[in-house]
C-alpha cells in the first residue's frame, strides 16, 4: 500500500486565510508607520486641520488589524477542522485493512492516541504554516511596493531585508527539522523503557535489577534533555537572527533616508517600516516548528500506512449463509512477516456447535490460528473453508461476518451501556437497532443481570474514563454480551480470562458456553481454566521450518 501524506495544503480557504493574514499583518505596519510619521508631524505644530487624514489612518489600521486577525482565524480554522474531519475519516478506512498485523507492538491506545496527534500536527500546519506564510508574503510584499514608491532605495533595502529573512527562516526549519527528529527518537526511546520498567517492576525487584532499570530511564532522559538542548540553541539562534537582520535594516533604512532629502516625517515613516516587518516576519519561526512537528508525524504516518496489508480482499462473489458451517482447514500455513512459518502445517476440522480448546507451547501459532480465522491474516499455504467454499476468495468483508473475536483486553467505550452493546448488534432487514430488552437479555446470558439491576440509570449508564469503571470480569462478560449480541456463527476467544481469577475466569467461559446455543466456539489459551465444558483440545505444535 502507497501512502503520501500531505504536510503544506493549499486550498481556496486556505488562501482566503492567508490574504486576510496579509491584510492584518500589514494594517499593523501601516500603523506603525502612519503613527510615526503622525508623531514626527505633529512635533512640528502645523494646522491640526493637517493631521486629521494621519489621525483617521491610525484609527482605521488600529481597527483593521484585530478585525482581519479574527476573520483569518475564524477561515483557517474552519479550513482546518474541515480538512482534520476529510483526512480522520480517510485514515481509519486506511488503517483498517492494517489491523491488527501491521500495526506494531504498540497497545492499542497508544497507537490510536499516536496517529490522532501526528493527524492533527498535519492538518493543523495549513493554519499554523501555510496562513503565516501567505500573510508575511503579501504584508511583506505590500510594504516593499509602498517604501519603493516613496524611496526606491529604501524600497531595495526592504526587499533585501526580506530575502535575509527568508534564509533564516530557511535555516530555522533545518535546525527545528533535524532536532525534531532527534527529539521524537528520544521520547519514543523514554516512553519504551518507561513502559518496559513499570510493566515488569516485580520481577526486576526480584531479581536486583532495579538499579540497573532505572539507570535506562535516567539515560533516555538525559538523551531527551540534550535533544532538547539542542532543538533549543537552535531557535536561539534563528530568533537572534530575526532581530539582527531587522536591525540592520532598520539602520540602513536610517542612513539612506537621511541622505534622502525626504520631509522628515516621511524619513520617519521609512525607518519604522522595517521595525514593523521585523514583527511579522518573527511569527515565522513559530510557523518553522510547527512545518517539523507536522513534517515528522507526516513521516510516521506515511511509514504505517505506507505496510502492505496482511490480508488481501479475495472480490469474488457474495458469500452468505443461512446456518452455523463446517470450517476445515487442510495442510495450513501463516506468517505474519513472511520470513519463517509461524503455524501449521494444520488440519482441523469445526463442526457446527463444536467447542474446541486449543492450546500450545509458546509460539506454537495459537493466536496466528485465531488471525486466520478472522481473516486478519492471510494464509501461506493450504487451504481455509467453509462448507466447502475457500475463504480466501470471497469478499474481506462475508468472511468476517461469520465470526465474532473475544481478546484479553475487550475495549469499554466511554458512553452508555446502550451504546456499547449497541456497535456490536446488527441492524435487523428494516434499518432498525436492536431493542433494550434485546439488549438486557443479552446481559443476563452473559452472566450480568445481577449487576445491570443494580445500575440506577440502567442502559444509560456511562462507562469508561467518564463514568461508572468496569471490572475485569464485568469487561470480559460486557464483551461476551456484544458477541452474542452478534449472532455470527464463530466465536473465536483469545486468551478471554487470562487476567481473571480462576473462579471468576472459569464462571464467564461457562456463562459463554451455556449461551452459544449451537455456535462453534475456538478458544486459545495457555492454561485449563474453565476448559471442562469444552468438547475436546487441539494441542498445537511449533512450526516446522521449510
Known amino acids: 500500500m502507497s501512502a503520501r501524506v500531505r504536510t503544506v495544503v493549499v486550498t481556496p480557504a486556505v488562501v482566503r486565510a492567508g490574504l486576510l493574514g496579509g491584510v492584518a499583518s500589514a494594517s499593523g505596519i501601516a500603523l506603525t508607520a502612519t503613527s510615526g510619521w503622525l508623531i514626527v508631524r505633529a512635533a512640528q505644530m502645523p494646522q491640526i486641520l493637517s493631521l486629521l487624514v494621519a489621525i483617521v489612518a491610525v484609527r482605521t489600521f488600529g481597527m483593521a488589524r484585530p478585525v482581519f486577525r479574527y476573520w483569518e482565524r475564524l477561515v483557517s480554522h474552519d479550513a482546518a477542522l474541515a480538512d482534520l474531519a476529510d483526512r480522520r475519516a480517510r485514515l481509519y478506512a486506511d488503517l483498517v485493512p492494517l489491523t491488527p498485523a501491521r500495526l506494531g507492538r504498540r497497545g492499542r491506545a497508544d497507537l490510536l492516541t499516536g496517529v490522532v496527534d501526528d493527524l492533527t500536527e498535519v492538518t493543523e500546519a495549513s493554519a499554523r504554516v501555510t496562513v503565516p506564510v501567505l500573510a508575511a508574503g503579501v504584508a511583506g510584499g505590500l510594504a516593499t511596493i509602498l517604501t519603493a514608491w516613496l524611496h526606491p532605495v529604501s524600497g531595495l533595502v526592504l526587499l533585501a531585508m526580506l530575502l535575509a529573512a527568508a534564509l533564516v527562516v530557511l535555516l530555522s526549519v533545518r535546525l527545528e527539522s533535524a532536532a525534531q527528529d532527534d527529539l521524537g527518537a528520544a521520547r519514543a526511546e523514554v516512553s519504551r523503557v518507561a513502559a518496559l520498567v513499570a510493566d515488569h517492576a516485580g520481577e526486576l525487584q526480584a531479581v536486583g535489577g532495579t538499579e540497573t532499570a532505572m539507570s535506562w530511564v535516567e539515560d533516555a532522559h538525559a538523551r531527551v534533555r540534550a535533544a532538547t538542548s539542542r532543538q533549543a540553541r537552535g531557535r536561539a539562534l534563528c530568533a537572534a537572527l530575526v532581530l539582527v537582520v531587522t536591525g540592520a535594516a532598520t539602520l540602513t533604512a536610517a542612513w539612506v533616508s537621511s541622505r534622502s532629502g525626504l520631509p522628515d516625517p516621511v524619513r520617519a515613516l521609512l525607518v519604522l517600516t522595517p521595525v514593523a516587518t521585523g514583527e511579522v516576519i518573527g511569527v515565522l519561526t ?82 496466528t490460528l485465531l488471525a486466520v480465522l478472522a481473516r486478519h491474516l492471510d494464509p501461506t499455504g493450504g487451504t481455509l473453508a467453509a462448507d466447502g467454499t475457500d475463504l480466501t476468495g470471497v469478499p474481506l468483508a462475508d468472511g468476517r461476518a461469520l465470526r465474532t473475536l473475544v481478546d484479553d483486553e475487550p475495549h469499554v467505550f466511554a458512553s452508555t451501556l446502550r451504546e456499547n452493546l449497541r456497535l456490536a448488534a446488527p441492524i435487523d432487514g428494516e434499518g432498525s437497532d436492536p431493542d433494550d430488552a434485546t439488549l438486557v437479555r443479552a446481559l443476563r446470558r452473559a452472566g450480568l443481570g445481577a449487576w445491570f439491576d443494580g445500575l440506577a440509570d440502567g442502559l444509560d449508564t456511562r462507562l469508561g474514563a467518564t463514568g461508572r469503571s468496569v471490572s475485569g470480569g464485568e469487561r470480559a462478560r460486557l464483551a461476551i454480551a456484544r458477541a452474542l449480541l452478534s449472532r455470527r456463527p464463530l466465536v473465536l476467544l483469545d486468551e478471554p480470562v487470562a487476567h481473571l481469577d480462576t473462579p471468576t475466569g472459569a464462571a464467564v467461559l461457562q456463562d459463554l458456553l451455556e449461551s452459544a446455543e449451537g455456535r462453534t466456539v475456538v478458544m486459545v489459551s495457555h492454561h485449563d481454566v474453565g476448559t471442562d465444558g469444552f468438547d475436546r483440545s487441539v494441542v498445537l505444535s511449533p512450526p516446522k521450518e521449510p
Open 286 to 367: 513559530d510557523a518553522t516548528r510547527a512545518y517539523a512537528r507536522a513534517r515528522a508525524s507526516a513521516r510516521r504516518l506515511e511509514g504505517l500506512l505506507a505496510q502492505d496489508p496482511a490480508v488481501v480482499d479475495g472480490g469474488g462473489a457474495a458469500f452468505e449463509i443461512d446456518d452455523v458451517p463446517t470450517v476445515t482447514t487442510r495442510d495450513l500455513t501463516a506468517s505474519w512477516t513472511g520470513a519463517r512459518p509461524h503455524l501449521g502445517p494444520l488440519d482441523l476440522d469445526l463442526a457446527p456447535g463444536d467447542h474446541v480448546h486449543v492450546s500450545g507451547p509458546n509460539g506454537s501459532g495459537k493466536s
